[in-house]
């Protein structure tokens, strides 16, 4: 469009005025704040509310009309959903829903865990191999002997050595993530230390502690905090799977993979075992995983594409 | 008679920012076997109105509005499958990108054949033979052994005739040459555009030539159409507007243009440049879209858009000022 | 070509050297005595000496690598402390399922989510786009084992349309076969479809976005022969790499999927092996699944080779 704010009428004469032209496009509207940032990103906005939904029902399990989540009850073994017992018991007549909602607790500290200690891990061992070149070769050709390993069976061969214990799950989880995590480092910084930025701050004589703190590091965040959302993502299903299969969180403790794994006998009889236990994992990795595609799409549109 | 009649040619785009009114309200005409160069400093438009000729604008984000009336049909009211027959065929485009414009997992005679295959109803051993006789036509040694080489195998002129023979090979009726030179070496430059005139001159194609190198202009163009933030401002014949150009946008623009051998000649002068920056187009422009920049703009210009005025024999501009001679201050 | 193929083999040996130091020391990593571990809680002295003699766990670490690998190499990867049957044996009877439940599934894979991406670049940012990414989400997220159930619940249990769970050798005929494994390839294959329609959207977006596109457009071709000509053979190389790297979603899921659907193959295996503590089983199958994920992936940089004429060798 030309101008919509003066009369052609006043021009002088003498003059001519360039026509009007209509709009042919509706308008566009700028979203700003970070209202209009959960609005232009609606995975985001969606996948936050659910998780912070769930760490809630995590942290406040037992205030939610939930019963001790262990207590035995064999009288009232395998009872269909119903008014007491909102999603049904299990073959030992305890009460689901308490085991639902004590069993986020666990995929949650899993995940969550396993997303920090890979991250934390991975961050160093992937800086430690782009900036030293005689450890690279090292830290590298052992992360593909790692990666060629599938992680859950590498999470599962590192369980069958240990007792079950959430530490341990969290322990062999986060071996099995860090070589990809080291990978994505690696790639960061080696395309980083091309940069003509950096070049310039090795050429002023800045050390490389420095140069690692003030560049490196916080061109790392995105893409780590990115890669820290799918590994907690795959870390909750991995835990479910190690303990479905029993290698994973003891018996005694309920996650979502045990409630799974007791109810698999009957599931055929008594679906509502595994059904409500296999939504909420479903769920809550959902979340995690749109919150992390949220961030991709928002954070930086060229990662979008290579991840 | 005029083989292409463009006129209020409009295409956005919905962009995160706002619309970018990439090309707003663009007139002009080609006539048969005409050469016509559409000049501009990059962001300028002259791409856009180029790939909107041919309906390569993704629709949505963008939007072409207007007529384009190509030997009679109006190119924006055919369907999508009538477009692809003009397509390569009557209409057909070079690109200023030798390296990328060629599809690197295909051999160059497939991508040459794909076109006379579709257009031409030709199988795949007489699409072969007229590849090869393209290949030759545009100076390529070996065209039997090349047809089956990749483009990475290729250097970048030899990528450019490439191209050249693809968007030939069916004898168009205008070719649109977008800044066909822009990414070669200085030498070969000069050998791609004897070689479009020498072809042109067979073929017997209009040509609209886009460009932001006045040299190639004067070379090769007869009429020239200068654009600016998306708009047209000036068109004249090529010698009536390097003799006395109108608008102060392409006063700025040819006084921009270092001249060969000036230094010798004790006629140096500094690069002229122009001040100031290209308007957002993401934002309604109210007056004259060079007023920021011009240094004869008043309050008027600021205010009242010009249109295009007869400033000479064929030559038209845009400015409330230039043709007046006497500017008010 | 023979001599590309050499190379990458060799290149490999290094990393299948680390995967079997790896996997060899796993025993070594573990807190406490290895014949103890083995061995489990309930096991009395004697048993955990026995263990002790029949692995060799007496002598210097090197030595029983050394001597480990060299059984290896002749294909000797130990006896089960369960079953006391020779560990390649066992691996041997199990192998048929399981392959014919990732081939089934890896078919599957490439014949949905190739076209679903390529689609879904195609038409970014529509209805179309959205429902299929939305999908490739769900199927991130759905466990696979969740899937399982839900598929057997709905097409075997309700529908009866296919058996619930079990499985017949392809020697009993083709349909038999394939029956059984449709269900566990749907549930097995979700994540790795949405893996692979991501990166196929992903990768036809950039090529999309190339100027030879736009001269493949500018020279009046169709949307067919673009997307699937002159696209789909440039997305190739990053599409082809995902479907190696998937390999490895394949294999830890299939261990799941077969104890879901009741299938007698290397998962199953591995889960009996885990819970009785086997270990050499266990060794045998982690390095089985290594060496086939290597195997496959070197098989796809031949493949790039093929699909890709820039690329060297």
Redesign the interface.
């Known amino acids: 469009m030309t101008d919509t704010t003066v009369n052609p009428q006043s021009l002088p004469a003498g003059f001519v005025l360039a026509p009007q032209l209509p709009e042919i496009l509706r308008p566009v509207t700028i979203r700003r704040g970070f209202l209009g940032f959960l609005r232009g990103h609606p995975t985001v906005a969606i996948g936050g509310a659910l998780l912070l939904t769930l760490v809630l029902i995590a942290i406040f399990a037992p205030y939610l009309g939930s019963v001790d989540p262990t207590a035995l009850a064999p009288a009232k073994r395998t009872r269909a959903p119903s008014a007491d017992f909102w999603f049904g018991t299990d073959v030992l007549g305890r009460d689901i829903y308490s085991r639902v909602l004590f069993g986020a607790r666990v995929s949650l500290t899993v995940g969550l865990s396993v997303a920090i200690f890979a991250s934390a891990a991975g961050l160093a061992i992937g800086m430690v191999s782009g900036f030293i070149r005689w450890a690279d070769g090292i830290l590298m050709r052992f992360m593909d002997g790692l990666m060629s390993i599938p992680p859950i069976l590498l999470a599962i061969a590192l369980m069958a050595l240990t007792r079950g214990s959430v530490g341990n799950v969290i322990l062999a989880i986060t071996v099995a993530e860090i070589p990809r995590v080291s990978r994505l480092v690696r790639s960061v910084v080696l395309s980083l230390r091309e940069q003509p930025y950096v070049d310039a701050a090795v050429a002023c004589g800045t050390r490389t502690p420095m140069i690692i703190l003030r560049h490196i590091l916080p061109n790392t965040v995105a893409p780590m905090l990115v890669q820290a959302t799918y590994i907690c993502a795959s870390a909750m299903i991995t835990e479910a799977i190690l303990s479905f299969i029993g290698a994973g969180t003891p018996p005694t403790i309920p996650s979502w993979g045990n409630i799974m794994a007791e109810g698999r006998a009957l599931w055929q009889v008594k679906p509502y075992i595994v059904f409500f236990p296999a939504a909420f994992l479903s769920v809550t990795v959902l979340a995690v995983n749109l919150l992390g595609d949220g961030l991709r799409d928002a954070l930086d549109p060229r990662m979008a594409k290579s991840l | 008679m005029a083989l292409l009649e463009v006129d209020?040619l409009?295409t956005?785009?919905?962009?995160?920012?706002?619309?970018n009114?990439a090309v707003?309200?663009v007139s002009f005409h080609v006539n048969e076997g005409e050469t016509l160069a559409i000049v501009g400093e990059s962001g300028c438009g002259k791409s856009v109105t180029s790939?909107s000729l041919?309906r390569?604008i993704p629709e949505?984000p963008g939007?072409i509005?207007g007529s384009i009336r190509f030997a009679g049909k109006d190119l924006l009211k055919l369907s999508d499958r009538e477009m692809?027959?003009?397509?390569?065929?009557d209409i057909?485009?070079i690109?200023q990108?030798p390296m990328?414009?060629?599809?690197?997992?295909?051999t160059v005679g497939r991508q040459i054949r794909?076109?006379l295959m579709?257009?031409q109803g030709l199988d795949k051993q007489a699409a072969e033979a007229h590849a090869i006789e393209m290949l030759t036509l545009v100076g390529i040694p070996e065209p039997g052994r090349r047809v089956r080489e990749?483009p990475?195998q290729l250097s970048g002129g030899m990528r450019q005739r490439v191209?050249i023979a693809?968007a030939l090979a069916c004898n168009p009726k205008l070719l649109i040459a977008d800044e066909p030179t822009t990414a070669l070496d200085v030498t070969i430059q000069a050998q791609i555009l004897k070689l479009m005139l020498d072809l042109k001159r067979r073929v017997g194609a209009a040509i609209i030539l886009i460009t932001h190198d006045l040299g190639v202009v004067a070379e090769i163009a007869e009429r020239v159409m200068v654009m600016y933030a998306g708009r047209k401002v000036e068109e004249a014949p090529v010698a009536e507007l390097f003799r006395s150009p109108r608008h102060p946008y392409t006063q700025g623009l040819l006084g921009a243009v270092p001249r060969l051998g000036s230094s010798l000649t004790g006629t140096a002068r500094r690069l002229a440049e122009i001040p100031g920056q290209v308007p957002d187009l993401r934002k309604?422009?109210?007056?004259c879209v060079f007023a920021g920049r011009c240094a004869l703009a008043t309050d008027?210009c600021r205010?009242?858009?010009?249109?295009?005025?007869e400033k000479g024999p064929r030559h038209i501009a845009?400015c409330?000022y230039s043709a007046?001679g006497a500017v008010a201050a | 070509m023979l001599s590309y193929i050499l190379r990458r083999i060799a290149a490999t040996l290094p990393v299948m050297a680390i995967v079997a130091l790896f996997v060899f020391s796993l025993l070594y990593i573990a807190p406490g005595d290895p014949a103890v571990v083995i061995a489990g809680d309930q096991a009395s002295p004697e048993d955990v000496e026995r263990i002790r003699q029949s692995l060799g766990l007496d002598r210097p670490f090197l030595v029983q690598f050394g001597s480990w690998v060299w059984r290896i190499l002749h294909g000797d990867l130990g006896t089960s402390i369960f079953t006391n049957l020779p560990v390649s044996a066992m691996i041997g009877q199990r192998l048929g399922p399981t392959l014919s439940l990732m081939i089934v599934t890896l078919l599957l894979t490439i014949v949905v989510a190739v076209p679903l991406g390529v689609v879904a670049a195609w038409k970014a940012g529509s209805l179309i786009d959205r429902v299929i990414m939305g999908f490739a989400v769900f199927g991130f997220s759905l466990p696979v084992f969740v899937v399982g159930y839900m598929l057997a619940y709905i097409f075997a249990l309700e529908l009866e349309w296919l058996p619930v769970q079990g499985y017949t050798p392809l020697s009993s005929g083709f349909w038999p076969w394939l029956e059984n494994l449709i269900l566990p390839a749907i549930a097995l294959g979700c994540v790795y479809i949405a893996l692979v329609a991501r990166i196929t959207r992903a990768s036809m977006l950039e090529v999309l976005q190339q100027d030879y596109i736009r001269t493949a457009k500018a020279k009046g071709l169709g949307q067919g022969g673009i997307l699937f000509i002159h696209a789909l053979k440039n997305a190739a190389v990053p599409i082809v790499t995902v479907i190696g790297i998937g390999i490895a979603l394949l294999i830890g899921g299939a261990v799941v999927t077969e104890s879901v659907f009741a299938i007698p193959g290397l998962g199953r295996l591995t889960i009996d092996a885990i819970l009785r503590r086997d270990y050499p089983v266990i060794q045998g199958i982690v390095l089985l699944f290594s060496f086939v994920y290597v195997l496959v992936n070197l098989m796809i940089d031949v493949i790039y080779t093929l699909v890709d004429p820039r690329i060297r060798y």
């Open positions: 209020n409009q956005h785009f919905r962009t995160p920012g706002g619309i009114r707003d309200g790939m041919m390569l949505p939007r509005a692809r027959a003009i397509r390569g065929n057909s485009m690109f990108e990328t414009s060629l599809n690197p997992v295909l794909e076109t579709i257009h990749y990475h191209m693809i309604p422009i109210v007056g008027l205010q009242y858009a010009p249109g295009l005025e845009a409330h007046k």
